[in-house]
């Protein structure tokens, strides 16, 4: 393909990407966004105009009411058009091959053959007006027997959609498609014949099939058409959710990225303090693993550290909780790593058993007030945050995580005031810092928030991750050219964080569609982390605005594969979904690629 083409083909993505009310960052985790313990749902994709929805309420109660009108005319109708026949040249062609001119559709196939081209269009046309009448008055077998007559005369894709809604009146979904996939391959843009498909694909649950039309549909009449806009966002909403709810039924559990890991460990201070012996006492077997579990999270060596809190835990059961030093970490921590594997019940049993033991564990309330956010059961958050506070009013992560509650509700003056005091309570802590500063700049502070970062670089300046989210909000803020420094100068600060590689290439593909180094980039990130679920989705969203479909398809699939929640793997299987469906339509209508371009 030349260069030329291929500069074609990303205008036309990129132009159909727009319509599809894609955003251009939408593609993108925001990392100061997702610091954890609330980790923000991956991918916000495809919607259709929600004036789709409006404007079919309004329109229902008039459209009933004419259709009832309708049809009891039709009805008045239907009997004495029964008797109906042709007239003119057409009746006139029936009687001289000895037809009887009042009932066409009696002709043989040898008659019908003798006709010219005016007389059989002539027929089918009353053919199908007599059919139409019986439709209107709900006599549907008689209307697809005269649209099946019609059909000998002349192959109108009209008629075979007219037929198609007579079965799915009748609920005969299959004869539905056949019959509209016939008119299709007469007329490939017949919008009609496209919305019954789609309306008879969803009725058998093939879901894909019906999204695919529906879109095609949006695309032809130039996303105008309001009932194919709202019925596509119906239909991959069901699509979406009836796999993402077989997925996580399915899956085993299973760790998430090491950077999501990491992500979330450091919104803490501390994973847990070790456990020491009393003089000339010596530690007991499940303390030592403890130990040994933390040193491995230290390591970023995961499921070794899981394989050693497993056995604590057994070696607690065995010995008792009275003789272990530190048997409500044990707990909790084994209950945080159900947690990350999204296996929240065993989650919620060992955090339980941890407050059992210790009913003034604080981690333990903050890490069951994380499990509650990714049920969606804030009230819950709120109140275990409560407890956390009244056991410990002075506990600067219990104010960092209050401030994240109210990040993800939008309520960015209290998130301030919640950072402030986290910050207050602990200067040593970075991240309620960071997080001051993203929301400074979300409240348009932006003055104020660059300040918080500069008196954070200089407290704390070998801080990758402090760099990356400067860099983030720098980005956001439109200044790619330091964002690139911020973002180097964290790769330079620690080589095993992908977020900043994977940022960077964000910057200059957005600053200069620079492809290479943006590819590159990414590609060093999976080195780092081959299951960054930031890297998957960049690389994804850069190969479809290059108009490498399959590569990026590709890597949609691996995205779903690595979805943490149900939410996120819903979001990223919608993105999929409208890839491929896009995807299809350029393949499927090349003859349509110049109005594709044209929707800008």
Not at 363 to 386: H, I, M, P, Q
Not at 497 to 502: A, E, H, Q, R, W
Not at 507 to 530: C, E, G, M, P
Request: net charge negative.
């Amino acid at each position: 393909m030349s260069s030329e083409a291929v500069d074609k083909q990303v205008e036309r993505s990129a132009s159909v990407l727009e319509r599809l009310n894609l955003s251009e960052r939408s593609w993108k985790f925001y990392a100061a966004a997702s610091v954890p313990p609330i980790v923000a749902a991956g991918l916000v994709l495809w919607h259709y105009s929600s004036r789709a929805s409006e404007s079919l309420k309004k329109d229902d109660k008039k459209k009933r009411q004419r259709k009832s009108k309708k049809a009891k005319k039709a009805a008045d109708e239907a009997d004495s058009d029964e008797k109906a026949g042709t007239s003119g040249a057409a009746a006139r062609s029936t009687a001289s091959l000895g037809g009887d001119e009042e009932n066409p559709e009696r002709l043989t196939d040898a008659q019908i053959a003798k006709l010219d081209k005016d007389a059989l269009k002539e027929i089918a046309q009353g053919l199908k007006s007599r059919g139409n009448k019986f439709f209107q008055a709900k006599r549907y077998e008689k209307a697809i027997e005269l649209y099946s007559q019609a059909l000998r005369f002349d192959q109108d894709p009209v008629f075979y959609s007219n037929r198609a809604a007579c079965y799915a009146a009748s609920d005969k979904h299959e004869k539905v498609i056949k019959d509209c996939t016939d008119a299709l391959n007469l007329e490939p843009q017949y919008v009609k014949a496209l919305m019954r498909r789609a309306q008879a694909y969803e009725s058998t649950n093939c879901f894909r099939d019906s999204l695919y039309d529906f879109t095609t549909a949006c695309i032809l009449e130039d996303f105008k058409n309001n009932l194919a806009a709202g019925s596509a966002e119906r239909v991959l909403k069901k699509l979406a959710e009836a796999e993402a709810r077989e997925r996580v039924e399915k899956r085993q559990p299973r760790l998430p990225s090491k950077s999501f890991i990491a992500g979330y460990l450091n919104s803490f201070r501390s994973n847990g303090e070790e456990a020491t012996a009393d003089d000339g006492e010596s530690l007991s077997k499940a303390d030592t693993l403890y130990n040994e579990a933390l040193g491995l999270i230290a390591s970023q060596e995961y499921a070794e550290a899981i394989e050693a809190i497993d056995k604590a835990v057994e070696a607690v059961e065995e010995a008792g909780a009275a003789k272990v030093v530190r048997a409500d970490d044990i707990y909790s921590l084994r209950g945080m790593f159900h947690f990350l594997k999204s296996s929240l019940d065993q989650a919620v049993a060992d955090l339980d058993k941890a407050l059992e033991i210790n009913p003034n564990h604080v981690r333990t309330y903050l890490r069951k007030a994380n499990l509650f956010s990714e049920k969606k059961d804030l009230e819950g958050v709120d109140n275990l945050l409560d407890r956390a506070t009244e056991t410990d009013p002075e506990d600067a992560e219990v104010y960092f995580q209050k401030g994240q509650v109210h990040f993800l509700k939008q309520e960015f003056s209290e998130a301030a005031e919640d950072y402030e005091r986290a910050t207050k309570l602990d200067e040593e802590f970075v991240y309620p810092r960071i997080q001051l500063g993203v929301v400074q700049f979300k409240i348009g502070k932006m003055q104020e928030a660059m300040t918080t970062f500069d008196v954070a670089m200089k407290k704390f300046p070998a801080r990758s991750d402090l760099y990356n989210y400067y860099g983030e909000v720098l980005a956001e803020k439109g200044g790619i050219d330091s964002a690139i420094t911020a973002f180097e100068k964290s790769m330079e600060l620690d080589k095993t964080n992908p977020l900043p590689y994977v940022n960077q290439a964000i910057a200059v593909f957005q600053a200069n569609a620079d492809t290479d180094k943006a590819l590159t980039l990414i590609r060093d990130a999976l080195k780092v982390d081959s299951e960054c679920e930031l890297a998957v989705a960049a690389l994804s969203q850069i190969y479809l605005q290059m108009g490498m479909f399959d590569e990026s398809l590709t890597m949609l699939r691996r995205a779903v594969d690595l979805a943490k929640s149900e939410e996120e793997m819903v979001s990223a299987i919608t993105f999929r979904e409208t890839t491929a469906a896009q995807f299809r339509f350029m393949k499927e209508h090349p003859e349509l690629l110049n109005k594709m371009m044209g929707m800008q």
